[in-house]
């Protein structure tokens, strides 16, 4: 038996990167990976097993301070990066240069357009290492760059939001049947676990708790990524993000206007011939539509739709668990095709 690939992961002590944790122990060509703490400044602790104690057993897993040589000596080949975005725009070059393959969760690299990326606000932006890696960096939907990915250095896992609504839009705009000058309008609803492990005034319970809001209107961070991969103007999407009284699961209610009169067969064929081989879509036989309980705790991004009677109006629903196929899932599954390993290994 070949030796199992050996990874490394900065961030574990969130909900992404914990997820991630969880994945790969259960990843049957992976070996154990080495846990990193994110330096002297953070507060993660010194084993992984404190924050979660189902992982008590066999003596925890133990968070080591980042070393490159130490990795070196260790035989680490990719490293996963579930940290802050200004962290992985530190890390991802330094990596590089260590000889590593890096699968990085955070919005560092994900957008190519400096006018999408401005919401960042990265210090080194206009710099010719930020120039280099963000050119580099291939984003990572697989559905979408599944032959890009295979023989990337750097691959930037793409936001929660945005793959909902991509692989919503994608079958439909690369058929030429939306009718852009209509508008595209993206409700999207997220769990909580999507606002990340910082408590805020926000995310407390008392905020949360029977309750439904909007936030970041017109400015979230997925928009320019959501805009930039579908080729899409800002004028021809609005995007609004909702924050659900829910650990997890994101669902994206998505309405357009198509270019000609169409039947229900005919956009069901549209989706299923798109991602036809493609293991983690499911596409709902109309007029069945996902809901977040059938997708959460799985790496599929679920789809269905309604069409009305009139042909033209199309509403699409997207669901998928924000934790997985938004963000470690689909970082595994990344991993998976990186490494010619079959893309459902160690998922579900």
Known sequence: MPAKLKTAVVGATGYSGFELTRLLLRHRLVDTPVLLSRGAES???TNLADLFPALSGNGGYPLKPLSWSALKEQGVKLLFLATPHEASRALVPEAVANGLRVIDLSGAWR???AEYRAVYGFKDEGSATAAEYTEKAVYGLPELNRDKITGATVVANPGCYATTVILA??????ANLVDKTKGIISDSKSGVSGAGKEPTARTHFVSVADNLSAYAVFG???????LEQLQLNDSELTFTPHLLPIPRGILSTIYLQLKREMTAAEIETCFREFYKGKRWVRVFANPKLPEIQFSVNTNYCDLGFALAKDGRRL??????????KGAAGQAVQNMNLMYGFDE?????
Not at 169 to 174: E, N
Not at 220 to 226: C, K, N, Q, T
Not at 315 to 324: A, G, P, R
Not at 344 to 348: K, P, R, S, T, V
């Open 315 to 324: 509403i699409v629903v997207s669901c998928e668990d924000n934790l997985l």
């Open 111 to 113: 957008i190519k357009n």
């Open 344 to 348: 459902a290994e160690g998922l579900q």
């Open 43 to 45: 507060n993660d602790p």
């Open 169 to 174: 839009l994608a079958p439909l705009l690369k």
């Open 220 to 226: 979230h961070r997925h928009l320019g990524e959501i």
